[in-house]
């Protein structure tokens, strides 16, 4: 059974960092791509930074560029998503998920998001307070 857990999120002041952590469990390939997606209270979710595992390739949405980074140990089955400079406007809870297309673009997110949904772990809450 694939299992993602995530973990790291916490309470932070705005312009202090994070470091999230998905662990990933379960997979019998490594042809994938994980995710990092956030949902603030009352909006939808959206993704934010994807990674491919294969050869670590990066795509983040420009809210969070030069800010957040994305990053796999393949060892440790785990990517993490370090936070930083962060925002009141980041207040969210994580989410991580999987997906088998290779992460290139924006587009990536989509499949996680409204077709092939069955890979999601169950948050970690981010609260940036002023």
């Known amino acids: 059974e694939v299992q993602l857990v995530e973990s790291g999120g916490g309470l932070v002041q705005a312009g202090g960092s994070l470091r999230l952590s998905c662990e990933a469990s379960?997979?019998?390939?490594?042809?994938?791509?994980i995710g990092w997606f956030r949902q603030a209270p009352g909006k939808e979710r959206i993704g934010i930074s994807c990674i491919r595992r294969s050869d670590v390739r990066t795509y983040d949405v420009d809210s969070v560029k030069g800010r957040f980074t994305i990053s796999s140990d393949n060892a440790k089955n785990t990517v993490y998503l370090q936070m930083t400079s962060l925002k009141p406007g980041d207040t969210a809870v994580y989410y991580c998920?999987?997906?088998?297309?290779?992460?290139?673009?924006?587009?990536?997110?989509?499949?996680?998001?409204?077709?092939?949904?069955?890979?999601w772990g169950k948050g970690t809450p981010v609260t940036v307070s002023s």
């Open positions: 998920a999987a997906d088998a297309p290779p992460c290139d673009g924006s587009g990536w997110f989509l499949g996680p998001l409204y077709y092939r949904m069955d890979y």
């Open positions: 379960g997979f019998t390939h490594d042809d994938y791509s």
